[in-house]
């Protein structure tokens, strides 16, 4: 296990390959389906364990009077390292005897009939079992450090499918562009249209939003992919004929780092100006002063018509190139060391789909976790259905992340 600037005790590989990339589909051969789950696992007690008392040793190295100046720098940063884990690990512990009293009480309460007491002790038994839940997250969330993006803001993409059957996957990109800008009022985050191309029967072709605020990369990162649809029209023949049909759109979500270090040479642009259209205010359609910049050598192309200002546009616009530029450059990377896994929006293809949208159900799967959620309207809302969705895959992401890690740390313990 090499040592890492982002943390002792994570393999360098792991945490260079952690971001845009995590993958969910050893999910469907592990039995860890969340961290409470994870934490009773003998490999993550062994390895918590050795982590504590290493903390106990450094704790008492540091009284040491025989130490230099370097070495108790080195000591006092590995104990702040190891502290809050340490501290997390012993809460988790003395949660846990707490439970086994409490299920020694219930059993010895239901052996005695003493119904009214066996069912307060249920209900401790039960508060107690979301306190370990949510204490067990807050420590492998300490074990996995954070990934370089996760506070940045992002620029989200939506793009309709193609389907047959009218305009359903241009209503349901609408529908999920809304989704995300009402999930960004509800995190208190900043929601700035950049591009919004509407369709001619009230649906949504393509519109691009600069989303900013706290974490925002954090809670967006996984929503990138190819987001299915399965309903029956309201409108036109299958409309009457209660046909269902199915239709996609993508999503694209991409880290923009505050000093995005990428150089475009004039040369390599060429710049339009067309009137704005779509969901504007009063200077919608009566200036020039929507922008399309095209990078020649690559093809990458933004829209922007979210101010009044023709210069203001192209100014987020050439913002937005470079963060996607910036992207490829990751991409690129990434790709070369870890071919395999496939990035967040493929080739759009419906067997790629990282989420199912059934109306007629009205059921949501996300298929990486193998989540339902019930009630559409209500995550489509943007509200706490969806926060509950989004922190469900968060969750399952820092599990697999840390499952990954004790994987690893097996293989080299094993000479693998």
């Not at 450094?58 to 590995?78: G, I």
């Not at 190139?321 to 967040?344: D, F, G, H, M, N």
């Not at 009205?362 to 809302?381: C, G, M």
């Amino acid at each position: 296990v090499r040592l890492h600037n982002h943390g002792f005790w994570r393999p360098k590989p792991l945490l260079d390959t952690a971001p845009f990339t995590l993958s969910f589909n050893s999910w469907h051969r592990k039995n860890h389906q969340n961290s409470q789950a994870l934490w009773k696992h003998e490999a993550v007690q062994k390895y918590l364990e050795t982590l504590s008392k290493e903390y106990q040793q450094v704790s008492h190295q540091l009284s040491a009077d025989s130490l230099n100046d370097f070495e108790q720098k080195t000591l006092r940063r590995r104990c702040a390292d190891l502290s809050p884990i340490a501290a997390s690990f012993q809460e988790i512990k003395q949660a846990e005897r707490e439970a086994q009293e409490l299920e020694a009480m219930c059993t010895e309460l239901d052996s005695r009939d003493e119904k009214q007491l066996l069912q307060l002790a249920l209900e401790e038994k039960e508060s107690l079992d979301k306190k370990m839940n949510t204490l067990c997250r807050k420590l492998f969330q300490l074990l996995v450090p954070k990934e370089k993006y996760d506070g940045s803001p992002v620029i989200l993409e939506v793009t309709a499918g193609r389907t047959t059957g009218g305009d359903i996957c241009q209503q349901f990109t609408k529908e999920m562009f809304e989704m995300y800008q009402n999930y960004a009022d509800y995190k208190h985050w900043t929601f700035d249209i950049v591009n919004y191309t509407p369709a001619e029967i009230g649906g949504l072709h393509h519109a691009a939003a600069h989303i900013s605020g706290e974490n925002v990369y954090r809670h967006l990162k996984y929503e990138g992919g190819t987001h299915r649809v399965q309903r029956i029209p309201e409108t036109g023949l299958s409309s009457r004929m209660q046909r269902i049909h199915t239709g996609t759109m993508s999503v694209i979500v991409l880290p923009q780092p505050e000093e995005v270090d990428v150089k475009v040479d004039p040369k390599d642009l060429r710049i339009d100006t067309f009137r704005a259209r779509g969901a504007g205010g009063q200077h919608v359609n009566k200036t020039d002063s929507a922008v399309r910049i095209v990078h020649l050598p690559t093809g990458l192309a933004v829209e922007c018509q979210q101010e009044r200002s023709q210069q203001l546009n192209k100014e987020i616009a050439l913002r937005t190139l470079r963060a996607k530029l910036y992207q490829q450059v990751i991409e690129k990377q990434l790709s070369q060391e870890q071919s395999a896994r496939k990035l967040q929006l493929g080739t759009r293809a419906q067997s790629e789909r990282i989420r199912t949208y059934n109306f007629t159900q009205d059921r949501v799967t996300d298929h990486r976790i193998s989540y339902d959620a019930r009630n559409i309207k209500e995550i489509l809302s943007g509200k706490e259905a969806l926060d509950k969705l989004i922190n469900r895959l968060l969750e399952f992401a820092e599990v697999e992340a840390v499952t990954q890690y004790l994987e690893n740390l097996q293989a080299l313990e094993g000479g693998g």
